[in-house]
C-alpha cells in the first residue's frame, strides 16, 4: 500500500468552478499534511498546510483535514487557468519532519 | 535571501557511467532532502539529513547511490554506475528550524535534470 495515494488525473474544471482534489494516506500517526503546486518544468512549492481536522482557508484555497478518515482534500474555488499545475499532497511521518508525497493530481482549468 | 542552490541543471550520460550533484541549502536550514522524480511521478525522498547526520536513507539505493554533507551545510548527491531508470529530475530541499517545530514548509531548488543513455 502506497502511504500516500492521489488519483493522478487529469481532473479538467471549466474556469470559475470548483476544483476539489482528494488524497488519503496510511500512517495514522501523521500530524502534518501540506499541499504543494508543482507547474510544468518547475520545482514543487507550499500553498497550504494543515495541522488539526477541519477546515483551513486562504483565499481561494481551502483545506480539509479528517485524521480519522485518514483523507486530506484541497478545494480551489473560482478556478482560473493559472491554477493548472500538478498539486502534490504531502504527508509528515516520524519526528524528523520527513516529509512523504503522493503521486500528484494533474488540474487543468480551460477557459 | 538565496534560495535553495543546485548544479548542475542538465546532465547527459551514458548508463555505467559516473555523475555527481551539488547542493546548497538556505543559509541557517538544518535539514536537507534529496528527492528523486520520474517524470509524471511524485518525489521520492532518497535522503535526509539534519545538520550532517542522516536522519532518513531508506529509500536511497546504496550500492550505487550516495550522499554526504559536509559541516552541515552544501551536499552532494552521486551515481555511481547510472542505469537507465535513473533518469529523473533531482531536486535539493531545506527545512529550517528543528525537528517537530518548523512550518513543514520545503523550498526547493531548481533541480538537476539527469538524462541516461
Known amino acids: 500500500q502506497k502511504e500516500v495515494e492521489q488519483n493522478s488525473g487529469p481532473l479538467s474544471v471549466p474556469e470559475g468552478a470548483i476544483a476539489s482534489l482528494n488524497c488519503t494516506y496510511s500512517?495514522?500517526?501523521?500530524?502534518?499534511f501540506f499541499w504543494y503546486r508543482q507547474y510544468s518544468g518547475k520545482s514543487p512549492e507550499l500553498i497550504m498546510s494543515i495541522y488539526s481536522n477541519g477546515d483551513k482557508e486562504d483565499g481561494r484555497f481551502t483545506a480539509q483535514l479528517n485524521k480519522a478518515s485518514q483523507y486530506v482534500s484541497l478545494l480551489i474555488r473560482d478556478s482560473q487557468p493559472s491554477d493548472s499545475a500538478t498539486y502534490l499532497c504531502?504527508?509528515?511521518?516520524?519526528?524528523?519532519?520527513?516529509?512523504?508525497f503522493g503521486a500528484g493530481t494533474r488540474l487543468a482549468v480551460h477557459p | 535571501e538565496a534560495g535553495v542552490a543546485q548544479s548542475p541543471r542538465y546532465k547527459i550520460i551514458e548508463k555505467r557511467q559516473s555523475v555527481a550533484f551539488w547542493c546548497n541549502p538556505i543559509s541557517g536550514h538544518a535539514t536537507l532532502y534529496w528527492y528523486q522524480q520520474i517524470l509524471g511521478q511524485g518525489p521520492k525522498l532518497l535522503i535526509q539529513f539534519q545538520n550532517n547526520g542522516v536522519v532518513d536513507d531508506s529509500q536511497l539505493p546504496k550500492d550505487r547511490f550516495s550522499a554526504e554533507r559536509l559541516k552541515g551545510v552544501d551536499s552532494t548527491l552521486k551515481i555511481q554506475p547510472a542505469k537507465l531508470e535513473d533518469s529523473a529530475v533531482y531536486l535539493c530541499a531545506s527545512m529550517g528550524g528543528l525537528a517537530g517545530l518548523s512550518t513543514g514548509e520545503l523550498f526547493f531548488g531548481e533541480g538537476s535534470r539527469l538524462t541516461v543513455l
Open positions: 500512517d495514522r500517526g501523521s500530524q502534518s
Open positions: 504531502a504527508v509528515s511521518a516520524g519526528g524528523y519532519n520527513k516529509l512523504i
